[in-house]
Antibody, heavy 120, light 110 residues
Framework: QVQLVQSGAEVKKPGSSVKVSCKSS????????FSWVRQAPGQGLEWMGR????????NYAQKFQGRVTITADKSTTTAYMELSSLRSEDTAVYYC?????????????WGQGTLVTVSS | QSVLTQPPSVSGAPGQRVTISCTGS?????????VHWYQQLPGTAPKLLIY???NRPSGVPDRFSGSKSGTSASLAITGLQPEDEADYYC??????????FGTGTKVTVL
């Protein structure tokens, strides 16, 4: 059973960057793809991008291209999401999620979420 | 930008059957990409409910079922239970090389 544990809540200034971590345990890290999904207060889910660590492949939603970077460290079985040029609209809960099906993009394990608040 | 459209809300009495639609387009569901469904209870992370259009992960009750046809998909909940009150999201893949979530549906048990 895969467990994903994310880093704690963050408060950031507009224009700065945030890096959220997602520590994976209970499975073979290289067997999984890791996606990042965010949810603004009272809003729906929004897919940001994902990484397949085994293949070193990333792809990002067009909306976030150039502003988001997803990485993975196989030695610590941790995935990361860094979002730059933060604005108030980026205030959201950020989730990491994993799947062992590279081709189908569904997400069967989820982290607990990390609240990122962007405020001056 | 592609959108998967769901009704904002559906409701039903305990024991009833409710369905949630998910309408896409020829660049996502209609292109043959699978549809998946998630349940999100208040204040918690989403949980995978249906994957690959019709498949239930281990532990998901069989009162949840999924279907897909053309550019749309549906989630059915039969024998509605109080604990089914939650937000539900469909998800697919789009030819723009992105995963895509539906707009979300709040299920209320009357």
């Amino acid at each position: 059973q895969v467990q994903l544990v994310q880093s704690g809540a963050e408060v950031k200034k507009p224009g700065s960057s945030v890096k959220v971590s997602c520590k994976s345990s209970g499975g073979t890290f290289s067997d999984y793809a890791f996606s990042w999904v965010r949810q603004a207060p009272g809003q729906g889910l929004e897919w940001m991008g994902r990484i397949i660590p085994l293949l070193a492949i990333t792809n990002y939603a067009q909306k976030f291209q150039g502003r988001v970077t997803i990485t993975a460290d196989k030695s610590t079985t941790t995935a990361y999401m860094e979002l730059s040029s933060l604005r108030s609209e980026d205030t959201a809960v950020y989730y990491c999620a994993s799947s062992d099906d590279y081709g189908d993009y569904y997400m069967d394990y989820w982290g607990q979420g990390t609240l990122v608040t962007v405020s001056s | 930008q592609s959108v998967l459209t769901q009704p904002p809300s559906v409701s039903g009495a305990p024991g009833q059957r409710v369905t949630i639609s998910c309408t896409g387009s020829s660049s996502n569901i209609g292109a043959g990409y699978d549809v998946h469904w998630y349940q999100q209870l208040p204040g918690t992370a989403p949980k995978l409910l249906i994957y690959g259009n019709t498949n239930r992960p281990s532990g998901v009750p069989d009162r949840f079922s999924g279907s897909k046809s053309g550019t749309s998909a549906s989630l059915a909940i039969t024998g509605l239970q109080p604990e089914d009150e939650a937000d539900y999201y469909c998800q697919s893949y789009d030819s723009s090389l992105s995963a895509l979530f539906g707009t979300g549906t709040k299920v209320t048990v009357l």
